[in-house]
Structure formats: C-alpha cells, structure tokens
Nanobody, 117 residues
Framework: QVQLVESGGGLVQAGGSLRLSCAAS????????MGWYRQAPGKQRELVGR???????TYADSVKGRFTISRDNAKNTMYLQMDSLKPEDTAVYYC???????????WGQGTQVTVSS
C-alpha cells in the first residue's frame, strides 16, 4: 500500500512563497508520475501539475510561471514551490500518484494553504 504525506502548508500573505512536500512510503515513487491537486471551498478539485519519473513537468495555466514541481527520487519526495501567491491559490493541496487511473489511485491527506490579501 502506498502512503503519501503532505507537509508545508500554512498562512502566507499575497505575493509570498511556500514550499509543500509530499513524502511517499514506498520506492514505487521513483517509477511513477506524481501530481499535485488542490480544492478550494465550494469548487471542484483541480490538477495543479504533474511530474513524470524522468522529471518532465506540466502545469495548469493558472499557476504556470509561479509554481514549480520537483522531485527527489532518492528521498521518495516531491515538492511544490509556490511563488507570487495569490488569494485565489487558497485551497487544500493534495499529492497523488497512480495515474493509470482517473482520478489517480493514491492520495495524501491534504495540507491547507491560505493566502491573505
């Protein structure tokens, strides 16, 4: 069973930065695409971005140029660097893997990110 644990959320002012981490429990991490999702109150969950096992990244238009996804396969950890944060980035952020299914097979518990104006 794969377990994913997010950390790094919190409260930040608009224009600030946060870095989220997602630690995976198994070495399956290294051979799989990983992704970040977010869900704001009253809104549908949206894909923020993904990173393949080889490090190729894709992003939602809403975060392109501000957010950066990276991974450290040796540490089974994925990161989401969020810069130039906006109040509309406020959401619970989840990491996920297992993209052979839609939605992905495995999810973390989520971490809250709140951006104040």
């Amino acid at each position: 069973q794969v377990q994913l644990v997010e950390s790094g959320g919190g409260l930040v002012q608009a224009g600030g930065s946060l870095r989220l981490s997602c630690a995976a429990s198994r070495s399956i991490f290294s051979i799989n695409t990983m992704g970040w999702y977010r869900q704001a109150p009253g809104k549908q969950r949206e894909l923020v971005g993904r990173i393949t096992s080889g490090g190729i990244t894709t992003y939602a238009d809403s975060v392109k140029g501000r957010f950066t996804i990276s991974r450290d396969n040796a540490k089974n950890t994925m990161y989401l660097q969020m810069d130039s944060l906006k109040p509309e980035d406020t959401a619970v952020y989840y990491c996920a893997t297992g993209f052979w299914l839609d939605p992905p097979r495995y999810w973390g518990q989520g971490t809250q990110v709140t951006v104040s104006s």
